[in-house]
């Protein structure tokens, strides 16, 4: 480790010094896993702890299509996780802590909280190192994991530097069967370009954002432009954190994602005239909450799942984040108190009445409810998502689900308030990769639903592309009317038979405005990829615009300015090709 700690100048981060210091092949990633191995047997029977990784492995579940259940694979990300947390850390404060028990207010978020970062960590499903039995021993590993980041100069940080060491760590061979891969640099820029270039003001989001390599360019480009346009860094940074936004279901991505939204931040973050909140969430954004009416209060209502029990909010309260974020803050308070008490109890073998305290607390909570003017029906269905959350913790299932619910109802918010530009490189998982009949069953018929399925066609649902349903769902939920998407795509979805229906947008209309032909750039992704670029509520009238894109690229994550003079762009124009409409018996 003598290179890493006594190393005299700061280095400038990149990723590929990132993922060489802490990556696979590092000493120092083999040792954390091996310690990691060790403090998570020693808690095997502690229910919290096994609660995060159960609820990791069911968010994995819906990332990838199948069950992972790989211990391994939870300590990687475990690791980075806690790495991320740590960059940023030492980024924000004044300096090193001078004793490894100053780890635990770092790790429960106490010093973001205090720089005016609120959500930046919460009590997440990697924070199983925290667990009371181990957080002595977890301190003083994590405390060296912090000396080894000093050795950056993180004020120099001008990209996502954690884009390999994330890509390295998420899984890599569940990765490559998948065919998830991050966008470059230089592609990113030049779809940010096209889409921003009249407009730098536009909302936006992105609904898979991965370890946010299309947050972090947008950021830095605003920042840029409205600075150019003679706006405060307190105006640039409550407009950004107001209009952009990025959601994952993989809770790794979320966390990585995250960072890169304020390492982004950094030239003017300080600026901030309150604490703020980082718009990144960990919450499938295909998959929105069901909508539905109470039976009791005759409330409509989004309900969640959780252990095989139900949250239910009302649509009036889900529907504005402010008032949300309030209820799951108290909810978050009331169970995180209860919670201590019951460990307290255990822990020092005296007997503690839950359901007295529970009854107490609820009291509060009710006075709290009507101190901010709910009424009664609002009241009625807050109150049993209130009993709901209590029960799960008085079973020993832990207070984790205020952050789950916190990042789940988030997509609900923005699909009322709607975004100017929904802009990513979405999943290009097939159907016929996932194991979850639930989850399949569920994009089955959302593709049907926006006509991907050619009813006289019926063999090819197993070939539907998760891609081509989130272009689709995507502009129509959280786009507004004459919104733009832009869409990193499987270049497959342009000439393979089973697309045809995708390329006509029956369903929603959306106007094919360009596209980018990528067949020709090495090095890109291991499938041939294309970049669609759409406008909600017209149709498409082909042919239309099309940029073959030429080059070979010295590295595979250049930036746009180094990349151009290794590409060239030619327009030529696509049409989807003409199809016979019967099929020979023998084809």
Same mark, same amino acid.
């Given at each position: ?108 978020g106490d010093t973001s909280r205090s720089a005016g970062i609120r959500n930046f960590i919460e009590e997440d499903f990697f924070s ?161 909450? =069901?909508? !539905? %009416? +109470?039976? *009791? ?9 959780? @252990?095989?029990? #139900?949250? $239910? ?7 504005? =984040?402010? !008032? %949300? +974020?309030? *209820? ?9 108190? @209860?919670?201590? #008490?019951? $460990? ?24 709290? @409810?009507?101190? #901010? ?215």
């Amino acid at each position: 480790f003598d290179c890493y700690i006594f190393a005299t100048e700061k280095i400038t981060p990149t990723s590929a010094d990132v993922k060489q210091r802490f990556g696979l092949a590092s000493p120092t990633f083999t040792s954390m896993q091996r310690q990691l191995e060790t403090l998570f047997q020693k808690i095997e029977s502690f229910k919290p702890a096994i609660l995060k990784y159960q609820s990791w492995n069911k968010y994995l579940e819906v990332v990838y299509g199948d069950k992972l259940n790989e211990k391994a694979l939870f300590f990687k990300h475990t690791y980075l996780s806690t790495l991320v947390k740590l960059i940023v850390h030492a980024r924000i404060s004044g300096g090193k802590p001078k004793d490894f028990d100053e780890i635990v207010p770092i790790l429960f978020g106490d010093t973001s909280r205090s720089a005016g970062i609120r959500n930046f960590i919460e009590e997440d499903f990697f924070s199983w190192v925290l667990s009371l039995p181990i957080r002595k021993q977890a301190s003083k590993l994590f405390s060296s994991l912090l000396n080894e980041v000093y050795v950056y100069d993180l004020e120099k940080i001008d990209e996502d530097v954690l884009k390999e060491l994330y890509q390295e760590l998420v899984d890599p061979d569940v990765r490559k069967l998948l065919g998830e891969f991050y966008t470059p640099d230089w592609l990113a820029e030049s779809m940010i370009i096209e889409v921003f270039e009249k407009d730098p003001t536009k909302s936006v989001m992105d609904p898979s954002c991965g370890s946010g390599t299309f947050l972090f360019k947008i950021i830095e480009y605003k920042i840029k432009k409205l600075s150019e346009k003679g706006w405060s860094n307190q105006k640039i940074l409550e407009h950004i954190v107001n209009n952009v936004i990025g959601f994952d279901v993989h809770p790794l991505a979320a966390t990585i994602a995250k960072t890169n939204y304020l390492l982004a931040l950094k030239d003017i973050i300080n600026s901030r005239k309150g604490p703020i909140s980082i718009p990144v969430y960990l919450s499938d954004s295909l998959k929105i909450p =069901i909508k !539905k %009416m +109470d039976l *009791v209060t005759t409330t409509h209502t989004f309900e969640f799942d959780a @252990l095989n029990k #139900k949250f $239910e909010f009302p649509i009036s309260v889900a529907g504005e =984040i402010g !008032k %949300m +974020d309030e *209820v799951i803050e108290m909810l978050r308070e009331y169970g995180q108190e @209860l919670e201590l #008490k019951i $460990e307290k109890s255990e822990e020092e073998k005296y007997d503690f009445d839950a359901d007295a305290y529970i009854k107490n607390i609820g009291i509060s909570f009710e006075k709290f @409810l009507s101190a #901010k003017n709910y009424d009664e029906n609002e009241k009625s269905v807050l109150l049993r998502s209130f009993g709901t959350l209590n029960d799960l913790i008085k079973n020993h299932s832990d207070a984790i689900w205020p952050y789950v619910l916190r990042n789940m109802y988030k997509p609900v918010s923005v699909s009322i308030k709607k975004v100017d530009v929904v802009i990513g490189n979405p999943p290009w998982l097939g159907l016929n990769n996932m194991k979850n009949e639930e989850y399949q069953n569920y994009i089955i018929e959302r593709s049907k639903h926006y006509l991907l399925v050619d009813k006289k066609k019926s063999q090819n649902v197993t070939a539907l592309n998760l891609g081509t349903l989130f272009f689709c769902q995507c502009a129509d939920q959280y786009l507004k009317d004459d919104g733009e998407i832009a869409f990193v795509m499987p270049q497959g979805v342009l000439i393979a038979s089973q697309h045809e229906n995708f390329l006509k947008f029956e369903k929603n209309p959306i106007e094919i405005t360009q596209i980018y032909d990528l067949e020709k750039v090495t090095p890109l992704f291991r499938i041939l990829s294309c970049v669609i670029f759409g406008k909600k509520g017209s149709n498409t009238k082909y042919p239309v615009l099309r940029y073959n894109v030429h080059g070979k690229l010295p590295t595979s994550n250049s930036n746009l300015p180094n990349a151009k003079s290794f590409l060239k762009f030619s327009k030529s124009e696509y049409a989807p090709a003409k199809r016979e409409t019967s099929r020979s018996f023998y084809y």
